[in-house]
Structures are given as structure tokens and as C-alpha cells.
T-cell receptor
Framework: SAVISQKPSRDICQRGTSLTIQCQVD?????MFWYRQQPGQSLTLIAT?????????ESGFVIDKFPISRPNLTFSTLTVSNMSPEDSSIYLC???????????FGSGTRLTVV | QKEVEQNSGPLSVPEGAIASLNCTYS??????FFWYRQYSGKSPELIMS????GDKEDGRFTAQLNKASQYVSLLIRDSQPSDSATYLC?????????????FGQGTELSVKP
């Protein structure tokens, strides 16, 4: 299965600022997925990031708030823009290297907005 | 109706017992099914995947799939305290690489020594 390096692992940010989260995969993958896990909740898909095209956002998530870049087949970033305390969550990137391997997750970014 | 539903628990079982975790899904086109384990403060870890009706066993874990009933379950035999975690059911409607994974709300399992 793929190995994902995600950073930062955690951050405390002031409201109104932005944070960019990076995910680096050890092999080329077609799609990368960004999830949010709010405190005590399950994982909610934010968007699917394709190389060479705009990300596909799920209902309730918009590009202005969560811009995504996918410059190549091993790297993606998610920016959380104009943050408010409600954005305090764990953000996770995920890839599917092969169907039989399932989906692998990065170690997550624990974001606290104050 | 939620796309993927699980009993939130907590489910408490004594050490050595069988833990049974259940999940239902709404999309009949779903083709691949996963169980993830998530320890507190950690990211989800894949423990089982299943694609065909029936049972799939891996060590102490058995996944069961019934597509007609839109039901998938996970059995953990000889439960250990180290199995205490939240178990997430996830469903993918695209068998080929690249479909999105939808998660249930998770079931918290507690195994008492």
C-alpha cells in the first residue's frame, strides 16, 4: 500500500487566517481525497483532487473555502481559508493505490482555530 | 437516510468474547466495502475489505457481506483489550480505482479485561 506523509501534524491558528496542509505520496496515484473529521464524528469527504483538473467538491464544501492544488501525481495541498473556530477538526488526505489495498490515510492534521 | 449507517455504540464486550459490528448502506450500486479501525488521536487503519457476498476471514476478523440486504458486518473473535477502538464502515460505489469512499459514523468498541 501507499505511504503518505502529511504535514503539519497539528497547528493552532488565529481566526481569519489560512492554513495549507500538504500530502506527499511515495508513488503515483490518480486521485487523492481530502476528508474532515470533526471532534467525535466520522470522516466527511471534502473533495477529490485530480491531477491536471479542478478538484471535485462534495455538497457543503466550496473551492473558495477549501482550495486544493494537485500539481503532480504524488502531491496535493488543501488550504483552509479565512478560518473560524468551526473549522477546528482533523483533516486527512487519502489515496487508493490499488483496489485490493483499500484506501490509505495520512497521519492527519489536527487544526485548532482560536 | 444516511448513505452508510452504523450503531454508534459504545459496544462493550468482555475479553475473549466475540464482538459483532454492523453496517447498512443505501446505494445498491456499491461494490467494495471496508472496515477501518481508528484509535483515539490516530488516523484510520484498514483491517478488512470485502467485495463479494459471503464471508471473508483474516485471523480473528471475519467480514460478512449481503448485497441483497445491503448489509455488511465485522466479527472479532477472541476480543482483546487492544481491540478497543472506533470501527468505521466504509463503502465505495466504484469497483475500479478512483471511487470515493463514504464512511459510517463509527461504532466505539470497548473490550473489558
Amino acid at each position: 500500500s501507499a505511504v503518505i506523509s502529511q504535514k503539519p501534524s497539528r497547528d493552532i491558528c488565529q481566526r481569519g487566517t489560512s492554513l495549507t496542509i500538504q500530502c506527499q505520496v511515495d508513488s503515483q496515484v490518480t486521485m487523492m481525497f481530502w476528508y474532515r473529521q470533526q471532534p467525535g464524528q466520522s470522516l466527511t469527504l471534502i473533495a477529490t483532487a485530480n491531477q491536471g483538473s479542478e478538484a471535485t467538491y462534495e455538497s457543503g464544501f466550496v473551492i473558495d473555502k477549501f482550495p486544493i492544488s494537485r500539481p503532480n501525481l504524488t502531491f496535493s495541498t488543501l488550504t483552509v481559508s479565512n478560518m473560524s473556530p468551526e473549522d477546528s477538526s482533523i483533516y486527512l488526505c487519502s489515496v487508493e493505490k490499488a483496489v485490493v489495498d483499500g484506501y490509505t490515510f495520512g497521519s492527519g492534521t489536527r487544526l485548532t482555530v482560536v | 437516510q444516511k448513505e452508510v449507517e452504523q450503531n454508534s455504540g459504545p459496544l462493550s464486550v468482555p475479553e475473549g468474547a466475540i464482538a459483532s459490528l454492523n453496517c447498512t448502506y443505501s446505494d445498491r450500486g456499491s461494490q467494495s466495502f471496508f472496515w477501518y479501525r481508528q484509535y483515539s488521536g490516530k488516523s484510520p487503519e484498514l483491517i478488512m475489505s470485502i467485495y463479494s457476498n459471503g464471508d471473508k476471514e483474516d485471523g480473528r476478523f471475519t467480514a460478512q457481506l449481503n448485497k441483497a440486504s445491503q448489509y455488511v458486518s465485522l466479527l472479532i473473535r477472541d476480543s482483546q483489550p487492544s481491540d478497543s477502538a472506533t470501527y468505521l464502515c466504509a463503502v465505495n460505489s466504484h469497483y475500479n480505482q478512483g471511487g470515493k469512499l463514504i464512511f459510517g459514523q463509527g461504532t466505539e468498541l470497548s473490550v473489558k479485561p
